[in-house]
């Protein structure tokens, strides 16, 4: 099971920390990602991160502002966004890569 939680309203420039925690699975051999979808459009791969949190990858549009992070000690990813737009917002969903296992997803809205 994995449950997103943190989101909500924030106005263009602001920031928003997501995090992500995960159960029922053995979380630390697993990378994991974050997807948003926007109305209207496709879901999109955002960042992901590797199992021990070596290596991370980001979609363009969100690099230098988003920072993927993991705790596995917690089994919780994040996600921290910075500088936010109108553009990021959509509801954002934490997966396990692999597992095929989603979060119900956490709306993100950029707004003033």
């Known amino acids: 099971q994995l449950v997103e939680s943190g989101g909500g309203l924030v106005q263009p420039g602001g920031s928003l920390r997501l995090s992500c925690a995960a159960s029922?699975?053995?979380?630390?051999?697993?990378?994991m990602s974050w997807y948003r979808q926007a109305p209207g459009k496709e879901r999109e791969s955002v960042a992901v991160?590797?199992?021990?949190?070596?290596?991370?990858n980001y979609r363009d549009s969100v690099k230098g502002r988003f920072t993927i992070s993991r705790e596995n000690a917690k089994n919780t990813v994040y996600l921290q966004m910075n500088n936010l737009t109108p553009e990021d917002t959509a509801v954002y969903y934490c997966?396990?890569?692999?597992?095929?296992?989603w979060g119900q997803g956490i709306q993100v809205t950029v707004s003033s």
């Open positions: 029922g699975f053995s979380f630390s051999s697993y990378y």
């Open positions: 997966s396990a890569q692999g597992l095929g296992l």
């Open positions: 991160i590797s199992d021990f949190g070596t290596w991370t």
